[in-house]
């Protein structure tokens, strides 16, 4: 047994942080306490291990393990161990529990005794979604405990299928349906990784040992959405973090609320007006376009291709006072739906400026600057959902975080009148999302005690680069002209 860990890090919103011990349970972490000692959201501050509490619950030979305390197996442990581990998370005075693998067993025995009421309800960490949860507790996790289970698409010694229909649904004996029997009001969440291949790079499904927990700060990250009290909410809100201080201050200058953009709005009916170099507006669209991700974060996405080669020249601001209407509502809506379930909207992490390019390489060019021509004076849906070629996660207008995919890849319209490329920069709103996969049409609910559908598709939780979305909830604003 492992304790115990101080979150630290001031840009978090859990109040006395400082104060939280993590207790990890032995058996199975592995290179997990390692990244959570790596992590610069907790910090080292005490060390316990008493293998005759926790034992390893599944000894080998080869290698051996648990050779000078053998597991008694569970009947014996129960009597024996489960009351002294129980006294030694009250005395540490533990607030969250983590545990991986065959830890888990141990796991699945304290949520019983919660459900007992033996043991206080607290946040708990479960990296791979163990059997017993079956076995022992019928599928369903204990009332109103936070939870957060890890697992990805290609868990090789649990498998267990996600559990997403086309439709939405959840399906019987999946792990969505699992997460769904704990408590709702965000209290629970399924952290799962799909796998995504593209020639621009590669998403890796997590298997029994999820590399991708020591990305991103990506353990730390869930541990302190858990402290939270609401890791289904407050997990996909934290990667608004990987956006580079200048990105930030360059979309707090142009704002996040649809009605903000008409502030600067010129006079008459064209649709397109192009803004002077040098003035604030310019100068953030321009540094929204070549950003580059903060200090100690990549791309998944043509990593070392980005858009610093680039030269802007001309930015055309979208002026479409009936689709701006239409979106202004759709934010209202979104908006509403969050507050309601209990979410604090924030602009940059619900609301995002995000990049479309609407060209096909294989396409003429006529093609794509009539395709634009369409999204920026279309007065009630810019963006038609679906006309991807393959659907990758999941149906609607697909958006990508930064320039460089669409630039890339060449998706933008392949000229203007004076024969350089286009692209769309758009305030979309993402509200909240959640992974998406191939075959998914509708968007799911969160969870059956709320009134609440996920808002967008991601292609990775921990750090998204795509947004998927409904069309009217896009506003094209910007016309980058670029070579």
């Given at each position: 047994?492992?304790?115990?860990?101080?979150?630290?890090?001031?840009?978090?919103?859990?109040?006395?942080?400082?104060?939280?011990?993590?207790?990890?349970?032995?058996?199975?972490?592995?290179?997990?306490?390692?990244?959570?000692?790596?992590?610069?959201?907790?910090?080292?501050?005490?060390?316990?291990?008493?293998?005759?509490?926790?034992?390893?619950?599944?000894?080998?030979?080869?290698?051996?393990?648990?050779?000078?305390?053998?597991?008694?197996?569970?009947?014996?442990?129960?009597?024996?161990?489960?009351?002294?581990?129980?006294?030694?998370?009250?005395?540490?005075?533990?607030?969250?529990?983590?545990?991986?693998?065959?830890?888990?067993?141990?796991?699945?025995?304290?949520?019983?005794?919660?459900?007992?009421?033996?043991?206080?309800?607290?946040?708990?960490?479960?990296?791979?979604?163990?059997?017993?949860?079956?076995?022992?507790?019928?599928?369903?996790?204990?009332?109103?405990?936070?939870?957060?289970?890890?697992?990805?698409?290609?868990?090789?010694?649990?498998?267990?299928?996600?559990?997403?229909?086309?439709?939405?649904?959840?399906?019987?004996?999946?792990?969505?349906?699992?997460?769904?029997?704990?408590?709702?009001?965000?209290?629970?969440?399924?952290?799962?990784?799909?796998?995504?291949?593209?020639?621009?790079?590669?998403?890796?499904?997590?298997?029994?040992?999820?590399?991708s927990l020591l990305k991103d700060d990506c353990l730390g990250r869930l541990i302190d959405a858990l402290v939270s009290g609401t890791p289904a909410y407050s997990?996909?809100?934290?990667?608004?973090?990987?956006?580079?201080?200048?990105?930030?201050?360059?979309?707090?200058?142009?704002?996040?609320?649809?009605?903000?953009?008409?502030?600067?709005?010129?006079?008459?009916?064209?649709?397109?007006?192009?803004?002077?170099?040098?003035?604030?507006?310019?100068?953030?669209?321009?540094?929204?376009?070549?950003?580059?991700?903060?200090?100690?974060?990549?791309?998944?996405?043509?990593?070392?291709?980005?858009?610093?080669?680039?030269?802007?020249?001309?930015?055309?601001?979208?002026?479409?006072?009936?689709?701006?209407?239409?979106?202004?509502?759709?934010?209202?809506?979104?908006?509403?739906?969050?507050?309601?379930?209990?979410?604090?909207?924030?602009?940059?992490?619900?609301?995002?400026?995000?990049?479309?390019?609407?060209?096909?390489?294989?396409?003429?060019?006529?093609?794509?600057?009539?395709?634009?021509?369409?999204?920026?004076?279309?007065?009630?849906?810019?963006?038609?959902?679906?006309?991807?070629?393959?659907?990758?996660?999941?149906?609607?207008?697909?958006?990508?975080?930064?320039?460089?995919?669409?630039?890339?890849?060449?998706?933008?319209?392949?000229?203007?009148?004076?024969?350089?490329?286009?692209?769309?920069?758009?305030?979309?709103?993402?509200?909240?999302?959640?992974?998406?996969?191939?075959?998914?049409?509708?968007?799911?609910?969160?969870?059956?005690?709320?009134?609440?559908?996920y808002t967008s598709y991601v292609d990775y939780a921990a750090n998204p680069e795509f947004y998927v979305v409904p069309g009217e909830r896009a506003y094209p604003?910007?016309?980058?002209?670029?070579?």
């Amino acid at each position: 047994m492992y304790a115990e860990f101080s979150p630290t890090l001031v840009e978090s919103t859990v109040a006395h942080r400082s104060s939280k011990k993590v207790l990890a349970i032995a058996p199975g972490i592995g290179a997990f306490f390692d990244a959570l000692l790596k992590s610069r959201y907790v910090q080292m501050d005490g060390f316990i291990h008493d293998p005759k509490i926790c034992p390893d619950p599944e000894p080998t030979e080869d290698p051996p393990r648990n050779r000078d305390y053998p597991f008694m197996g569970m009947e014996r442990w129960r009597a024996e161990c489960l009351p002294r581990l129980i006294e030694l998370i009250e005395t540490e005075r533990a607030d969250v529990l983590v545990c991986q693998s065959r830890g888990g067993k141990y796991m699945v025995e304290l949520w019983a005794a919660m459900n007992r009421g033996e043991l206080r309800k607290l946040p708990c960490l479960m990296i791979n979604a163990h059997p017993g949860l079956w076995s022992e507790l019928s599928g369903a996790l204990p009332q109103g405990v936070p939870i957060v289970i890890a697992q990805g698409a290609n868990e090789n010694i649990w498998p267990r299928p996600r559990g997403y229909t086309a439709a939405g649904q959840v399906e019987a004996g999946s792990l969505e349906e699992l997460i769904r029997t704990g408590s709702g009001g965000g209290l629970c969440y399924l952290y799962y990784t799909v796998e995504v291949h593209l020639k621009a790079g590669h998403r890796q499904g997590d298997d029994h040992n999820p590399k991708s927990l020591l990305k991103d700060d990506c353990l730390g990250r869930l541990i302190d959405a858990l402290v939270s009290g609401t890791p289904a909410y407050s997990f996909p809100t934290s990667s608004s973090q990987f956006s580079s201080e200048g990105r930030v201050a360059a979309e707090a200058l142009l704002g996040y609320h649809p009605d903000q953009l008409r502030k600067r709005w010129e006079p008459g009916p064209a649709y397109r007006h192009a803004l002077a170099p040098g003035t604030d507006e310019h100068a953030a669209v321009s540094a929204i376009f070549h950003a580059e991700p903060p200090p100690g974060s990549t791309r998944c996405y043509y990593l070392n291709r980005g858009t610093d080669v680039k030269t802007i020249t001309r930015i055309e601001r979208v002026q479409n006072g009936q689709l701006q209407d239409v979106v202004d509502n759709q934010h209202g809506i979104v908006h509403k739906k969050l507050v309601d379930a209990g979410i604090d909207y924030r602009g940059g992490a619900h609301s995002r400026w995000l990049f479309h390019g609407c060209g096909n390489p294989k396409a003429p060019a006529a093609d794509g600057t009539a395709a634009l021509k369409s999204i920026i004076e279309n007065p009630d849906r810019g963006f038609a959902d679906g006309l991807n070629t393959r659907s990758l996660f999941g149906f609607g207008s697909y958006f990508a975080r930064d320039a460089a995919y669409p630039v890339n890849e060449h998706l933008c319209c392949a000229s203007d009148e004076n024969g350089v490329e286009m692209v769309l920069l758009c305030l979309v709103e993402v509200g909240l999302p959640c992974v998406g996969d191939e075959h998914m049409k509708n968007l799911p609910r969160v969870h059956p005690d709320v009134r609440l559908n996920y808002t967008s598709y991601v292609d990775y939780a921990a750090n998204p680069e795509f947004y998927v979305v409904p069309g009217e909830r896009a506003y094209p604003a910007y016309i980058i002209h670029y070579e």
